[in-house]
């Protein structure tokens, strides 16, 4: 059961962080974020700390 929540948390951060640099680029239409430079900015980021998560979290996993 180690690791699940790392796996989890990151995969969802790599997930939430793509979809806030494209509305901050401004291919998806409809939201506050759609065109606003500052999500450009913030999505990769957090898209490399969920990259990170899920690194460790197959780490852990592969300790058992």
């Given at each position: 059961m180690k690791g699940?929540?790392?796996l989890a948390l990151g995969l969802l951060a790599v997930v939430a962080?793509?979809?806030w640099t494209v509305q901050g680029l401004?291919?998806?239409e409809g939201s506050l974020m759609t065109g606003r430079r500052v999500w450009a900015l913030v999505g990769p980021v957090v898209?490399?700390?969920g990259l990170v998560a899920l690194w460790f979290g197959m780490r852990a996993r592969r300790r058992r």
């Open positions: 699940w929540l790392p962080g793509a979809v401004g291919y998806v898209v490399l700390v």
